[in-house]
C-alpha cells in the first residue's frame, strides 16, 4: 500500500488569484488646515453665524458653515462649498480670474480714454 501511495501522482493545489479590486482613492479634499479654518472662522464670526474662532476645523465650525450654506440654498455637506467660501470673501479675487486678454483690454481702453481727454498728446 505504501508503494501504491507513492506511485500515485499528487493532485497540486492551485492558489486562486485574488480578484478584489484595488482600493478607490478619495478624490477632493479630505480636510481643511488650521491657518485656512481660523480665515474661515474668521469670516463665519463676522457673518454672526460664530462667536468666536477656535483655529482648528471643529464640529462648531461644521455647523456654523452648514447654517450659512443651508441658508443661502446650497449643499449642507461637512466640506464647504466654494460659493459659500466666495460669499464670506475667501475666494480667489476677481482681477486674479479676469483672462489676460480682457486686461490688456481694459488698460488699452483706459490709456485711449486718457489721450481722447488730453488732446495735447496727439
Known amino acids: 500500500m505504501l ?9 497540486a493545489k492551485t ?3 485574488a480578484t478584489t479590486k484595488p482600493a478607490a ?7 481643511i488646515d488650521d491657518s485656512r479654518a481660523t480665515q ?13 474662532p477656535s483655529g482648528h476645523w471643529d464640529s462648531a465650525t461644521e455647523s ?9 440654498g446650497w449643499q449642507t455637506k ?6 459659500a467660501i466666495i460669499k464670506l470673501g475667501l475666494g480667489p479675487s476677481q482681477a486674479a480670474s479676469l483672462p489676460a486678454a480682457a486686461t490688456v483690454s481694459a488698460s488699452q481702453t483706459v490709456a485711449e480714454s486718457s489721450a481722447d481727454a488730453n488732446p495735447s498728446q496727439r
Open 3 to 11: 508503494l501504491a501511495t507513492a506511485l500515485t501522482p499528487c493532485v
Open 25 to 31: 482613492k478619495h478624490l477632493g479634499q479630505r480636510s
Open 64 to 72: 456654523a458653515m452648514q447654517k450659512f450654506q443651508a441658508d443661502n
Open 40 to 52: 474661515i472662522q474668521q469670516a463665519l464670526v463676522h457673518s454672526g453665524y460664530m462667536t468666536e
Open 78 to 83: 461637512l466640506m464647504p462649498d466654494s460659493r
Open 15 to 17: 492558489k486562486r488569484r
